[in-house]
């Protein structure tokens, strides 16, 4: 959605072509050179910072609306997303929060307390992790920036967004025991103290040194190179690579790491 | 949701308390005696077994939903429940798998597509885990029968209600290595066998013994009582019990257990 028409039509005729209840929100991690960050939309109505988001489609599943959704902020396609929890407890409706001068403003149309978007609308949260030099994030009609923060450093954001932060990376987190992570924010080869640093990164905190790569390697999920990286006279550690096929597996039947 | 009459007023004016288009539906995990199982509904109208659940009230919060929906089918108020995943792909509307006819019988009410029951809903699953010792289930208006089923040979059921399982299923046995169990389930006072043969049982398959037993002691969830078993001569296993802050605090910040 981009034009000022499309914005218009999409307040007076949006529950035509969505569902006017349900939302989805996307809270993307971004990881690069050991940092992790989550890319944050400002909204131009509300006047405040908040996770990318938009609602269903009808006819739409929910994995494709939240394919959509991230990929209209980020520019990338198929990022690996995962549900993380669904929020819809009552008082999550707009109207309170809203700036109707600034919305009229903006959009030449004054809006009501019963108008199809003030309803209480319940929002199903995704998660994806995504390397953050393979994204391009992009404002929309609705936003004025769109941009990464580190994850230790966010803004206060909007309705019940900081609850919903906490539990995508709560479940993140979780996740990172049970499902391989790091195919496409990792290079292709990589060092032991690499990926142990990208658990790190991703966990938050200090982690014994040989507890994921250990084990990663002893689930078969990592392949030792014949190569070695050379970084000075006595350090030349081994490079290691994903094995795709029991990646692929472990992605859809889960297992333990820990 | 008792009488006949309840019942026409339900399908006649639902849509003004409860929301038409969100439900809950629970999968309602049973330990005893080292056997895991799962209640069902047996729906009068599409003649099928089902996951308990219903329509969410409109100023509800949906852990209180669920909260209600539990405790209608169980008899056990305050279960402990965790969303496991929202399932609101299209198709999953009731119409096509609605026997029109036995349902005019039952309520004699004839209904059409544009019923607001008919619409387009999309469902909240959340698990909880009870001894099957506390819980008195009963069937409702809608279900002829309500019974627990071995997890390992459960029926075919409803809607996507089979998906669901397999994702509470999962979601369940991840969360084992994250945040306590049991309180609800074991003795006051147990042994480390035990404790082994409940997580054996919850996540179905062997586990090296010591894994689970030693590290909860290792948190501090278990406390070593000074008690033995007299089980025999030679045998005289002691006995643990949980302890309650560092239970209470574990299941508010998770942690990691393998």
């Keep these: ?39 944050l939309v400002k909204n131009k109505i509300i006047i405040d910072w908040c996770l990318p ?3 269903v489609k009808r006819g739409e599943k929910l994995d494709e609306a939240a394919g959509r959704i991230t990929q209209e902020r980020t520019g990338i396609k198929n990022l690996f997303l995962k549900q993380f929890k669904t929020f819809g407890d009552p008082g999550r ?15 030449g149309i004054e809006i009501q307390e019963d ?14 992790i995504t390397d953050i030099s393979n994204a391009s994030p992009e404002a929309d009609v609705f936003s004025s920036e769109c941009a ?31 499902f391989p992570i ?17 658990y790190e990164t991703m966990i ?17 999920l990592l392949e030792k190179l014949d190569e070695k990286k050379n970084i000075g006279a006595h350090r030349s550690p081994t490079f290691y690579r994903f094995n795709t096929e029991v990646y692929d597996q472990a992605l859809k039947e889960g297992l333990v790491l820990a």
Tied chains: 1, 2.
């Design 1 to 39: 959605m981009k034009s000022l028409t499309e914005l218009q039509d999409f307040f007076k005729d949006g529950y035509k072509h969505y569902l006017p209840f349900l939302t989805i929100d996307c809270a993307i991690f971004g990881y690069h050179d050991q940092q992790l960050k989550l890319l």
């Design 93 to 107: 409706n707009l109207y309170e929060k809203f700036d109707k001068q600034k919305f009229a403003d903006l959009t």
């Design 204 to 220: 938050g905190k200090k982690l014994n040194p040989s507890n994921f790569p250990n084990k990663l390697i002893a689930l078969g």
């Design 53 to 55: 988001g938009g609602f």
């Design 148 to 178: 990464w923060f580190p994850i230790d450093n966010l803004p206060e954001l909007a309705f019940d967004h900081d609850a919903m932060v906490k539990e995508a990376l709560l479940t993140m987190r979780v996740h990172l025991y049970h």
């Design 182 to 198: 790091g195919k496409n924010m990792l290079p292709e080869k990589f060092t032991l103290k690499d990926i142990h640093a990208f």
């Design 115 to 128: 108008h199809w978007l003030m309803d209480h609308t319940v929002s199903i949260g995704f998660y994806a």
